[in-house]
C-alpha cells in the first residue's frame, strides 16, 4: 500500500475517531453557530458600511463566523489534538508503526480541512435561513478557494504551534492565548471600522485578518468581480508555508520528558 492509499485509509479512522466522541463532536459544529446567534442578539439591530452598501450586521457576521469556524477546526482543534495524542504516547506508537510519518499527518489536515468545509456550509445554511444572508454566486470559486487555502494554512501553522506547547495541560491555554486576542482584532467578532490605526496595523501583520478579508470579500452579496482577494490569500498561503517549515523542523512525536 503506498502513502495515498494510507492517507485515505487514516483519514477514515480519523473520521470514526471523530463521531465516536459525541460530545467533542456536538460542541465543534455547535460552538461557531453559538457564536452567530450571539453576535447578531448584541449588534443584529444595528447597521453598518459594508462594502460601500449600509446592511444588517448580519451580512458581516455569517462570512466572519465562518472563518472563525475554519481556523478553530484547522488551527485550534487540530493543535490540541495532536498535543494530547503525543502526551499520551500516541503519536510515538503511530511513528514506530509501517505508515509513513506524511500520511498520518496528511490524514490529520485533511480530515480537519472537511471539517472545516461542513462547518462553512452549515453557517452558510443557518445564516440564510435565519438572517436571510445570501449565499455567493458568481464569488463561490474565490470562496471555495479562500476557504481552503485558510483551512490549510491554518493547519500548518497548528502543527507548528505544537512544538511550544510543553504537555496537554498547557495545551488548551497556549493555543487560545495565542488565537483569541487576534480574532478580536482582526475583523473577525467586532467589524474593524472604528479601530485605532496602529491595531489594525498589527491584525495586518497576522495571517487572520487577511484570511477574513478573503472570506469577506469572496461572500460580499454586492461584489461585481471574481471576489478573489489574491494578496490576501498570498500572505495567508505564506505564513501556511512558515508554519509548515516550523513544523517539519521541530514537530516532536515522543511526550515531554
Known amino acids: 500500500m503506498n502513502s495515498g ?51 444588517d450586521t448580519s451580512t458581516f457576521y455569517v462570512p466572519a463566523i465562518a472563518a472563525f469556524s475554519v481556523i478553530s477546526a484547522s488551527f485550534t482543534n487540530l493543535a490540541m489534538s495532536v498535543t494530547f495524542a503525543r502526551e499520551q504516547g500516541v503519536l510515538k506508537r503511530k511513528r514506530g ?4 510519518p506524511v500520511a498520518y499527518l496528511g490524514a490529520k489536515i485533511l480530515h480537519s480541512t ?6 462553512v456550509v452549515i453557517i452558510g445554511l443557518f445564516g440564510k435561513l435565519f438572517y436571510s444572508v445570501s449565499f455567493p454566486g458568481h464569488t463561490l470559486p474565490a470562496f471555495i ?28 491555554a497556549i493555543v487560545n492565548a495565542v488565537i483569541l486576542p487576534l480574532l478580536f482584532i482582526s475583523d473577525i467578532f467586532i467589524p474593524l471600522q472604528n479601530a485605532p490605526k496602529w491595531l489594525t496595523s498589527v491584525a ?33 498561503g505564506i505564513w501556511g508555508l512558515a508554519g509548515l517549515l ?10 515531554t520528558r
Open 246 to 255: 516550523v513544523a517539519v523542523r521541530y514537530f516532536r512525536w515522543e511526550p
Open 5 to 55: 492509499e494510507m492517507t485515505l485509509r487514516q483519514i477514515h479512522y480519523e473520521n470514526k475517531s471523530f463521531w465516536r466522541n459525541p460530545a467533542a463532536a456536538f460542541f465543534t459544529f455547535a460552538f461557531p453557530l453559538i457564536f452567530l446567534v450571539l453576535f447578531n442578539l448584541l449588534f443584529g439591530h444595528s447597521k453598518l458600511d459594508y462594502f460601500g452598501h449600509r446592511v
Open 97 to 100: 508503526t509501517p505508515m509513513p
Open 145 to 172: 478557494v479562500s476557504l481552503i487555502v485558510g483551512a490549510l494554512a491554518f493547519c500548518a501553522l497548528g502543527l507548528a504551534i505544537t512544538a511550544a506547547v510543553p504537555n496537554a495541560d498547557a495545551a488548551p
Open 204 to 236: 495586518k501583520f497576522f495571517p487572520i485578518y487577511h484570511f477574513s478579508e478573503a472570506m469577506q470579500h469572496a461572500f460580499n452579496p454586492f461584489e461585481t468581480g471574481s471576489g478573489f482577494r489574491g494578496g490576501d490569500l498570498l500572505i495567508v
Open 114 to 119: 472537511l471539517i472545516a468545509i461542513v462547518l
